[in-house]
């Protein structure tokens, strides 16, 4: 019975060195392309209020995909609800298509602010005489 239990504690030690290290050969994760989706089927817009579920089919166009045509239920704020025909950026896993979402809104630029006026020279202070 201990060599039963020694032998489990050798192979938890080894799954916990060789693990990470067999899985980082699969690639890095969270690697997600970018395209844009041209909305071709979306459910009715309901009359309630917030967030509701909308059902959207399209076309996503990639660097990776051309014309792969997807079909997702997702929540969606009455305010952005989609339309048909509306291009719409977003991410997309490059290995599958299918697991989309949109693209984060980008921030808006920053305007720059009030210029700083220079700062005018000092004059040097003569040294104090002996």
């Known amino acids: 019975m201990v060599e039963f239990a020694f032998l ?9 060195v060789l693990g990470p290290r067999l899985m980082r050969r699969r690639g890095p994760r969270g690697e997600m392309a ?8 979306v459910s009715p817009r309901p009359e309630a209020e917030g967030e509701q579920f909308v059902t959207i089919s399209g076309v996503i166009n990639g660097p990776t995909v051309n014309e792969h ?3 997702q ?6 305010m952005n609800w989609p339309t048909m025909g509306q291009l719409i ?3 997309y896993s490059p290995k599958n298509p ?11 630029p920053v305007p720059p602010g009030p210029p700083v006026p220079p700062v005018p020279p000092v004059p040097p202070v003569p040294p104090p005489a002996p």
Do not use: E, S
């Not at 970018?34 to 089927?41: E, N």
């Not at 239920?73 to 009455?78: E, G, L, P, S």
């Open 8 to 16: 489990l504690v050798i192979l938890g030690a080894l799954a916990l």
């Open 34 to 41: 970018q395209g844009t989706l041209l909305v071709t089927g």
């Open 69 to 71: 045509v997807v079909y």
């Open 73 to 78: 239920r997702m929540a969606v704020d009455i």
């Open 89 to 91: 950026p977003v991410v």
């Open 98 to 108: 299918d697991n989309w979402f949109f693209a984060p809104p980008t921030p808006p």
